[in-house]
């Protein structure tokens, strides 16, 4: 079996409950039911629901987990119960009964929790952007954007179109100094200039 997975945390279904596998993932959420720990495990695919009981040998290591350690779990695929299915996941039909479990990382209380979509002030969420990214809503919005730029250009290739990167079109600066443009209002017949930064030097030429 591989080292971190035989699924992603978004593809176990119905007709794999019996098997044994292993997810790796990020702990979205945990709860404790009564001697009954829930970990919603997420990773880029997806949620799945993993449960794990006294009985169980990673119990123990289970109740010291928090949102966001990152972890590798072995476990049975079971069907949930009708009342317990949830429409919401595609992994809404099963889930994990935790047999051994690694903690591959842990994590201190996060200044911006991913769980949820709770409005925070833009600096904390620009400081903690990492943090911020991983958040539900903000990730689909990454993914949507990958998917409609990968459409565009599809559609532009079978129109036979082409792409050229620009930085392609322009000769790059000598003696690792860097490009880039700066607003001019002293110069009217342009509104921006080509200035150099001398790394070496730090001097504007």
Not at 66 to 93: A, P, Q, Y
Not at 104 to 133: A, H, M, W
Request: negative net charge; proline residues 4%; contains cysteine.
């Amino acid at each position: 079996m591989h080292r971190y997975r035989s699924h992603t945390c978004g593809e176990l279904r119905a007709n794999n409950v019996g098997e044994t596998t292993r997810l790796s993932g990020w702990v979205h959420r945990v709860r404790d039911h009564g001697g009954l720990l829930f970990i919603d495990l997420r990773d880029h695919y997806g949620i799945t629901q993993c449960v794990v009981d006294p009985d169980s040998a990673a119990f123990k290591l289970a109740e010291t987990v928090r949102s966001e350690w990152c972890i590798r779990i072995d476990g049975d695929v079971k069907k949930r119960s009708d009342e317990t299915i949830n429409e919401n996941l595609g992994t809404g039909e099963i889930e994990i009964f935790i047999r051994d479990m690694e903690v591959l990382g842990d994590s201190q209380e996060l200044p911006l929790p991913v769980f949820g979509e709770l409005e925070y002030p833009e600096d904390i969420r620009l400081k903690y952007r990492f943090l911020d990214l991983r958040r539900d809503t903000l990730h689909a919005n990454l993914m949507k954007r990958t998917k409609i730029i990968n459409s565009m250009r599809k559609r532009m290739n079978d129109a036979e179109f082409n792409e050229f990167q620009t930085p392609i079109l322009t000769a790059s600066s000598p003696e690792g100094a860097r490009d880039f443009l700066v607003p001019s209002r002293i110069h009217p017949a342009s509104s921006t200039h080509c200035h150099r930064h001398h790394s070496s030097s730090n001097s504007c030429l």
